[in-house]
Nanobody, 121 residues
Framework: QVQLVESGGGSVQTGGSLRLACTGS????????MGWIRQAPGKEREFVAA?????IYADSVKGRFTITRDNAKNTVYLQMNSLKPDDTAVYYC?????????????????WGQGTQVTVSS
């Protein structure tokens, strides 16, 4: 089992940057695909990015967001640049075993509590 805790959310203006971090418990952290999923008010959860030894991004964030991981620290990061109001959401860190499931929010097995990101125009 993996327990996940996010940090780094906040409020920024359009064009600003934020860096989210997610730290996991357990020795199995490095064996999981780690993803970031977001949910805006009144909308369904949306895949943002995932990482194993490779990475994948949603088209809406490609070129602006970067996902990285440090397995020695059991931590995954999401660097968010050129933020837009449409990026406003609660961002969740999550873990899944199979890479083939990484772009499907409903497939993730373990979730953090979420961190709010608000981008104002």
């Amino acid at each position: 089992q993996v327990q996940l805790v996010e940090s780094g959310g906040g409020s920024v203006q359009t064009g600003g940057s934020l860096r989210l971090a997610c730290t996991g418990s357990g020795r199995a952290f490095s064996t999981y695909v780690m993803g970031w999923i977001r949910q805006a008010p009144g909308k369904e959860r949306e895949f943002v990015a995932a990482i194993s030894t490779i990475t994948i991004y949603a088209d809406s964030v490609k070129g602006r967001f970067t996902i990285t991981r440090d397995n020695a620290k059991n931590t995954v990061y999401l660097q968010m640049n050129s933020l837009k109001p449409d990026d406003t959401a609660v961002y969740y860190c999550a873990a899944v075993r199979r890479w083939s499931d990484s772009a499907s929010p409903g497939r993730y097995e373990y979730w953090g509590q979420g961190t709010q990101v608000t981008v104002s125009s």
